[in-house]
């Protein structure tokens, strides 16, 4: 699960899952819901490989989203799901989804960047369950 929170004049995303798998895979598809109005508007019509590591888990959740946007910049590239193998510091991603298109996507916000600021990824108990809260706030 996933939301957006304003924050000055950037826009936070707070994304909450029951596995680390589960969080950035939630990560992926809200950092498209804030570069298109409608998420469900984008639809699997191919694949790419993101493979990354970062010595601390926030820094590899920083890494993941900022390759995402990397990928939407440099091809268009919208994140319909994405599938993890996350191991120690490092994961192995496929993600898909298709690029941008004028015509089905409507452009939600300009991101510019990713930021560190009360950048955080951590466990938490809900409902006696542990699962896991991330918050990042993006340059818009």
Known sequence: MFETFDHTA????RVTGNSLNE???????GLTSLIVADVKSVVVAGERTVEISSPVLEYLYFDWLSELLFLFESEGWLTASADFELAGNSLRAVV???EFCEERHRRSHEV???????LSVEPQLLDGQQSWVANVIVDI
Request: glycine share 10%; hydrophobic share 50%; charged share 30%.
């Open 23 to 29: 969080l950035f895979a939630e990560a992926a598809v």
């Open 96 to 98: 898909r989804g298709e």
């Open 112 to 118: 510019k960047a990713i930021t560190y600021h009360e």
């Open 10 to 13: 950037d826009l936070g995303l």
